[in-house]
């Protein structure tokens, strides 16, 4: 099982920048990814990544906005996050790819183009808040 730890959330005001990052006790899964949750909503998918390459998918309500990184030396996964907007206030998690979908009974799916879509092993959370 990955262990996940996010860091980086804080308080800002819209227009304003984030960086997350999530460091993985090992960066063996296919994809990592970006969740977030607002009181009230389900869990959504915000970005992703291919780790044996560059390959990225991200939500529509981010694309031009959001950008994911990884940095596999250090085992660590990045969201850079500008122009922010209240309604991108959240908690944000760190996820990888789950091996099977059932490995994580907390698991979540998101269909994305890179060829993987359960995702679990949840971190945390870090909180990020966009003021108006």
């Known amino acids: 099982q990955v262990h996940l730890v996010e860091s980086g959330g804080g308080s800002v005001r819209a227009g304003g920048s984030l960086r997350l990052s999530c460091e993985a006790s090992v960066y063996s899964s296919s994809c990592m990814a970006w969740f977030r949750q607002a009181p009230g909503k389900e869990r959504e998918g915000v970005a992703a990544i291919y780790t044996g390459g560059t390959s990225t998918h991200y939500a529509n309500s981010v694309k031009g906005r959001f950008t994911v990184s990884q940095d596999k030396a250090k085992n660590t996964l990045y969201l850079q996050m500008n122009s922010l907007k209240p309604e991108d206030t959240a908690i944000y998690y760190c996820?990888?790819?789950?091996?099977?979908?059932?490995?994580?009974?907390?698991?979540?799916?998101?269909?994305?183009?890179?060829?993987?879509?359960?995702?679990?092993?949840w971190g945390q959370g870090t909180q990020v808040t966009v003021s108006s």
């Open positions: 996820a990888a790819e789950l091996p099977h979908a059932g490995d994580d009974p907390n698991g979540a799916y998101w269909l994305t183009t890179l060829g993987c879509h359960n995702f679990g092993y």
